[in-house]
């Protein structure tokens, strides 16, 4: 390819292809520096129980503070992070910094207030996880398992590996509890879901975004809070952006909500300021969540 443009049979790509090189490996190099650097942070959504319109739980959303490029989406960099192996220490990372906020909230909010976590697939592999450093951490913390909450990927049921179905009955044990992540979009085996005792499916922001009483969505969502309920799942909706939205799932019996109607996902400054202020979703929502038929 390229040939027709006449020079060594590169230059057709010449510009664009090195250049996303260069970035790539800029990238891979900054990102070795991130942690050590402590330029990673995370931000939290808050994870609404939608029969009491109390915040229960919040989703921590790992962002990086480059230096110069200031923040960053982990759209961009958690990809190269898995490829570079990088995302193991980063996953460390996340799990600490989160476990130190649960404690923080805990204490100053809910003592049974869970932060959720998102972990990759590469993190139940043999050099990944060591849930006794976890439940250690936790304890000097003076926090249980229940603290926590790891989200997973739909896939990484399937992974049939015997350090995936070991960690994963390992975190039942410490009483961390388990989340899939964008129900849906993947295929699972439901008897996974009973066979690992999943807590919680967070069913994708893309059957709830289009969410209306005759869509096909409300069709589907209610099919999975059904099917939840009864292998003993609870359901989390994500990308909750609209009043309606989040009425419909309530009334279709989903247990818990999430999204920007809600809050976006904040600084743990801001969302400590959200649990304490008077119009906190707490309150406010009790009202703004019509629950009249
Ligand atoms: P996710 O776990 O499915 O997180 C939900 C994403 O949807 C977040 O994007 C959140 O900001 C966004 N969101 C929340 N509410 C709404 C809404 O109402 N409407 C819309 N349109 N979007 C909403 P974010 O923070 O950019 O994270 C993207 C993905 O990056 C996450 O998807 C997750 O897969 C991954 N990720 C984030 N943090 C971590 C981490 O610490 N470790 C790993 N391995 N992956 C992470
Ligand atoms: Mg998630
Ligand atoms: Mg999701
Ligand atoms: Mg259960």
């Given amino acids: 390819a390229g040939k027709h443009n006449g020079g060594d049979g590169y230059s057709f790509f010449d510009d664009s292809m090195r250049q996303a090189m260069i970035e790539r490996n800029q990238t891979l190099r900054d990102l070795k520096l991130a942690v050590p650097g402590n330029q990673f942070e995370l931000h939290y959504q808050p994870i609404l129980d939608l029969d009491s319109g109390k915040i229960t739980k919040a989703e921590a959303l790992i962002r990086w503070r480059h230096p110069t490029r200031g923040l960053i989406s982990p759209e961009i960099f958690i990809q190269l992070a898995e490829e570079s192996g990088q995302i193991i220490e980063i996953g460390e990372w996340v799990f600490r910094e989160a476990a130190k906020q649960a404690a923080i909230w805990q204490q100053s909010y809910s003592p049974t207030f869970q932060i959720s976590i998102n972990t990759s697939p590469l993190q139940y592999r043999d050099n990944g996880i060591d849930i ?45 509890e388990v989340a899939i992540d964008d129900f849906g979009t993947g295929y699972s085996s439901l008897s996974y879901l009973r066979k690992f005792d999943i807590d919680y499916l967070k069913i994708d922001q893309s059957f709830v975004s289009n969410l209306s009483a005759d869509s096909e969505d409300i069709a589907l969502c209610e099919a999975i809070i059904v099917m939840a309920h009864k292998l003993g799942c609870d359901v989390v909706a994500e990308g909750v952006e609209e009043k309606d939205q989040s009425q419909l799932l309530k009334n279709a019996g989903c247990d818990f909500g999430q999204g920007y109607l809600f809050s976006k996902p904040l600084s743990a400054s801001d969302f400590t300021l959200l649990l304490n202020s008077p119009n906190r979703p707490n309150d406010s929502y009790k009202d703004s969540i019509d629950t009249s038929p």
């Fill in 132 to 176: 006794n450093s976890w439940c250690h951490y936790l304890e000097q913390l003076g926090l249980t398992g229940q603290a926590i909450i790891v989200e997973i990927t739909e896939g990484l049921l399937m992974e049939s590996s015997s350090a995936v179905k070991e960690k994963l009955w390992h975190l039942r044990d410490a009483g961390i």
